[in-house]
T-cell receptor
Framework: AQKVTQAQTEISVVEKEDVTLDCVYE???????LFWYKQPPSGELVFLIR??????QNEISGRYSWNFQKSTSSFNFTITASQVVDSAVYFC?????????????FGTGTQLKVEL | NAGVTQTPKFQVLKTGQSMTLQCAQD?????MSWYRQDPGMGLRLIHY???????DQGEVPNGYNVSRSTTEDFPLRLLSAAPSQTSVYFC?????????????FGEGSWLTVV
């Protein structure tokens, strides 16, 4: 069975601080995909990134960066110079190829609060 | 969110009532699914579909029914609402993830059962 663990329930930072959100996953499948979604206070789910298990390159998109390490089954998300608009719940999710459809296994989410 | 529409956005039901949450997508996606989001539990899969006429159960299917008569629509039916079904419901759609597609979500439906 698949599992995603986001051990940090809530993180509070002051604006302009860097913050890393942790994601650890478990699967026996060798082909899988990892996703991050952002859920702002308005409630919708916003896609941030998708990464497959064969691509361990780190990715940077503006202030966002992702560190994928298969050796530790982790796919961590860093926000550099955080802003108040980054306040949201962030979900990490796992998709396995053999699962069928578009089934995702979600972590429980990390609530990020960025204060002035 | 790109092309996944959920209605209604908010609904209050009495215990025992039935209702249907609607989900429609205009991106010609093969795959659609329903999740529920509860505090501290992330999102959990209720039912999913891999094409018109094909549906299957997810992690928490009890008390829910689905059908997929068209590619565009994937309604979720609550047969006899219970307070335990108070939740936020999300519909998702996509084509095959393995060929570079992502999974898009609707804006959510907030359901309260009293």
């Amino acid at each position: 069975a698949q599992k995603v663990t986001q051990a940090q329930t809530e993180i509070s930072v002051v604006e302009k601080e860097d913050v890393t959100l942790d994601c650890v996953y478990e699967t026996r499948d060798t082909t899988y995909y990892l996703f991050w979604y952002k859920q702002p206070p308005s409630g919708e789910l916003v896609f941030l990134i998708r990464r497959n298990s064969f691509d361990e390159q780190n990715e940077i998109s503006g202030r966002y960066s992702w560190n994928f390490q298969k050796s530790t089954s982790s796919f961590n998300f860093t926000i550099t110079a955080s802003q108040v608009v980054d306040s949201a719940v962030y979900f990490c999710a796992l998709y396995i190829l053999t699962g069928g459809g578009n089934k995702l296994t979600f972590g429980t989410g990390t609530q990020l609060k960025v204060e002035l | 969110n790109a092309g996944v529409t959920q209605t209604p956005k908010f609904q209050v039901l009495k215990t025992g009532q039935s209702m249907t949450l609607q989900c429609a997508q205009d991106m010609n996606h093969e795959y659609m699914s329903w999740y529920r989001q509860d505090p501290g539990m992330g999102l959990r899969l209720i039912h999913y579909s891999v094409g018109a006429g094909i549906t299957d159960q997810g992690e928490v299917p009890n008390g829910y029914n689905v059908s997929r008569s068209t590619t565009e629509d994937f309604p979720l039916r609550l047969l006899s609402a219970a307070p335990s079904q108070t939740s936020v419901y999300f519909c998702a759609s996509s084509n095959r993830v393995s060929v570079g597609n992502t999974i898009y979500f609707g804006e959510g439906s907030w359901l309260t059962v009293v």
